[in-house]
């Protein structure tokens, strides 16, 4: 019954990694590349074999524990905002007997 809103607009950009790509660093790439300014990462899927991860649990002693793990992972959860100034990422992975990081 009442007006409708004008619609945001909303570009949505989908691409591939190839094997042995650093995730954050071809994201950051992508995003400088086509000069996004405000992204968000609605989903991922995907494996990865070398993982860093900068663990939440940071204490005024230790700011930045970083885990660096080798081997198998599946991407189970990747959300974060991304433009052609950094981004800023969540992600979480389980490895072959479905124990989940991150």
């Known amino acids: 019954h009442g007006a409708l809103a004008a619609a945001a607009v ?16 071809s ?3 992508y995003a400088i ?7 968000c990462i609605v989903t991922c899927v995907g494996s990865l074999q070398k993982v860093c991860l900068r663990l ?6 230790n700011k ?9 992972f599946e991407i ?7 433009s052609q100034h950094g981004c800023h990422l969540h992600m979480s992975i389980a490895d ?6 991150g």
Do not use: C, Y
């Not at 590349?33 to 992204?39: C, F, N």
């Open 33 to 39: 590349e086509h000069r996004l300014q405000a992204g």
């Open 64 to 72: 930045n524990e970083i885990v660096t793990l080798h081997e198998r």
């Open 56 to 61: 939440a649990n940071a204490t005024a002693k």
């Open 10 to 25: 909303m570009d949505i950009h989908a691409f591939r990694l190839l094997p042995n790509q650093d995730l954050k660093q």
């Open 96 to 101: 072959h007997q479905g124990n989940v990081v």
């Open 76 to 82: 189970v959860s990747l959300t974060g905002t991304l």
């Open 27 to 29: 994201l950051v790439a």
